[in-house]
């Protein structure tokens, strides 16, 4: 099929972590070093995601953190920031904010308070958003994770908005933990150009084969190079060496909780304790799992020499 | 025991439901009309909460409609506006505008992104709101809706915060549906002072000898005098038949979606039809059920008539 959209974001995308001095308040600074390391070694800016604490975050500060981002002279194509909140005005604010950045897609959660929503309703939901932000330039990637959202996207779903809005629904992350269902997204949709991302770079070797577009992971905040690797050469000799080593490394993060066990291997790379703050409700490591965090990963191979920004 | 407080939000409050023009635009004229009614009516304004669709509104559309009901002359001390977010900021910001309007108190949701969050996590989620907001006059009434949440607020953390803020937090109210954990927290905390609202009036002639404040209850929208005069009159003769006609008229709402039900009972009872629009992802009630809630409220000796704004 021929491909209107200019540029698609394609590959390996991190939800970037979100650095905060002690006091709580956003560091700037840190953030666009960090934002900048990740386009250095192939990843994408999947900013203000789950991993991004975002929805810790106020509209006004992701509105000013993108700015941010762009006056460093960061490029809006290869951004595709969250811009999904409970409420129908915000996220419109923020979806118009990031498309008018010229920002290369928008990952948007379903409004997530009310539960047990119906797909009339979601659609309904999304369906007034798009037509509000009333702009040919919107890529939108759905965001499936029911297990924090509580609110899940079903297939169906995404075929009624893709049969009625197919120049806006670019694809679909899937968070749900579920292959089954991933791969389903993938069967269905890969063939009308949807660009499914699975959420773990686990997958990509299964993934990248069926017509996955990448991935959208965690890890890629502190492991983005090889899984790049990986995205580029699935096809080569190289990619059971690199699946295998993204893999034992990702399975490390696996075992404590993901957000702030990358900002303690951050904080650790780059001797910055600053890093380790997170925002509540979420909490520091505990002393014991931040030691064996480093010590596996070690073991695991992982590089703390190459997260260093310049 | 002595109560610093000087006033007190007790007896029933309404989760006020906000009311929208077609083009889902809040209707600001509209919901001071309904204040004062309310008002009139007995019921304190639990304005922003779950059944105000607070969460599909921004902070700012927040912000203004608290001063639009200032400005109309309603009293503040009155109002008990919902400010929990899943932002700490935004949370922040909306509760230090209630405290500085003179709110009678705050109800806060606990951050609702993220799941299987600890007390010890929640614990310092509420403790950095209320060390940031730093106001003496701030009460805070703590609000366990798990279903919608995801983050149920234990007996233990209310327990701790109390401890810690004991001239901060004023009171909880319980949505959990679960009769055992509201009695609970009644039998608890009444002692200490602090005021438990269960989320029904169906409950009040159980809960209010036991010690509990009043109640917070959607229903209060629509049916305010009689659930006010039995919160005032439960000790009488009429106690008991009050308590039943106002539990006859909650059960009919029982069996349909609460919040579009109580816009279709403004909407019939007032004749304006904007007053059916709830904002995506919630929805109007089909048509049927709409005629079956009239005829059953009809039935149940729901008087119309009463809900016209002067």
Known sequence: MIDARPTRLRGVLAPVVTPFHANLDVNAGEFVRHCAWL?????????????????????????????????????ASSMMPGTGTSSL??????????????????????????????DDALFAYY??????????????????????????????????????????????????????????????????????????????????PLGAAGC???????????I?????????????????????IRKVFESVPMIPAMKQVIAHATDDGEWLTVRPPLEQLKQDNSARLIDELTMAGFKFENLRYR
Not at 128 to 137: G, N
Not at 216 to 226: D, G
């Open 39 to 75: 386009l250095e070694n192939g990843a994408g800016l999947a900013i203000f995601g789950t991993n991004s604490e975002a929805n810790s975050l106020s509209v006004a500060e992701r509105i000013r953190l993108t700015e941010t981002l762009l006056e460093a002279g960061l490029p």
């Open 89 to 118: 005005v915000d996220t419109v604010s923020l979806t118009r904010h990031a498309v008018h950045a010229g920002a290369g897609g928008v990952l948007m959660l379903p409004p997530f308070f009310y539960k047990k929503i119906s």
């Open 127 to 208: 369906a007034e958003v798009i037509e509000r932000v009333a702009d040919e330039r919107l890529s939108l990637y759905l965001y499936n994770i029911p297990a924090l959202s509580g609110v899940p996207i079903s297939l169906d779903l995404i075929e009624r908005l893709l049969t009625r809005y197919p120049d806006t629904i670019a694809g679909v992350k899937d968070s749900s933990g579920d292959w089954a269902n991933t791969k389903a997204m993938i069967d269905v949709f890969a063939r009308d150009g949807l660009d499914i991302f699975p959420a773990s770079e686990a997958l990509l070797s299964t993934a990248l």
């Open 216 to 226: 959208i992971s965690a890890t890629a905040n502190v492991n983005p190079r090889n």
């Open 228 to 248: 790049a690797l990986l995205c580029e050469r699935w096809r080569s000799e190289e990619a059971t060496a690199l699946q295998d080593s993204v893999t034992r």
